[in-house]
């Protein structure tokens, strides 16, 4: 999985996951993401903090 930052064109975070990621949604605030793989998983990702 990758995230790019739309201002910049930069990439802001690669992660990989075991699993198919097949649901994705940021939390408020830029707290970071949840993920949900189609095996069941869900996981909280961390965000790169912005200045």
């Given amino acids: ?3 790019w930052d739309l201002r ?5 975070l690669v992660a990989e996951s075991v699993h198919q990621v097949v649901g994705l ?6 707290r970071g993401l949840m993920t949900c793989t189609r095996a069941g ?7 790169p903090h912005r200045s």
């Fill in 1 to 3: 999985m990758s995230l």
């Fill in 8 to 12: 910049t064109g930069q990439l802001s």
């Fill in 25 to 30: 949604a940021f939390l408020e605030n830029g």
């Fill in 41 to 47: 998983r869900i996981e909280r990702w961390s965000l």
